[in-house]
């Protein structure tokens, strides 16, 4: 079974960029698709991204398209998120999870999830 701690979240002004990290640990981590989620106060839990095990197919919610990057480091059990140009709208905790699913963009198809990382866009 995997564990999946974040980190990288903070309070950023628009146009800022962050990159989140998601550190995997008791499990083989190249057999996992590894996703991102995030959820805004009041909202329900949404997709943000995912990266399939060997990095090659990678999917986006619409909103992130061009400002947002998946990435994974099978050798440092690691994937991580490049955000740029942020927005206010894309306040959120943001949610690392795994799943041993080929690739899989749905909530309900995860099963192992981190505890999340908060990102603030503001002025």
């Known amino acids: 079974q995997v564990q999946l701690v974040e980190s990288g979240g903070g309070l950023v002004q628009p146009g800022a960029s962050l990159r989140l990290s998601c550190a995997a640990s008791?499990?083989?981590?190249?057999?996992?698709?590894m996703g991102w989620f995030r959820q805004a106060p009041g909202k329900e839990r949404e997709f943000v991204t995912a990266i399939d095990w060997s990095g090659g197919t990678t999917d986006y919610v619409d909103s992130v398209k061009g400002r947002f990057t998946i990435s994974r480091d099978n050798a440092k059990n690691t994937v991580y998120l490049q955000m740029n140009s942020l927005k206010p709208e894309d306040t959120a905790v943001y949610y690392c999870?795994?799943?041993?699913?080929?690739?899989?963009?749905?909530?309900?198809?995860?099963?192992?999830w981190g505890q999340g990382t908060q990102v603030t866009v503001s002025s």
């Open positions: 999870a795994a799943s041993l699913r080929i690739f899989v963009t749905r909530l309900d198809e995860y099963s192992y």
């Open positions: 008791g499990g083989t981590f190249r057999r996992y698709t």
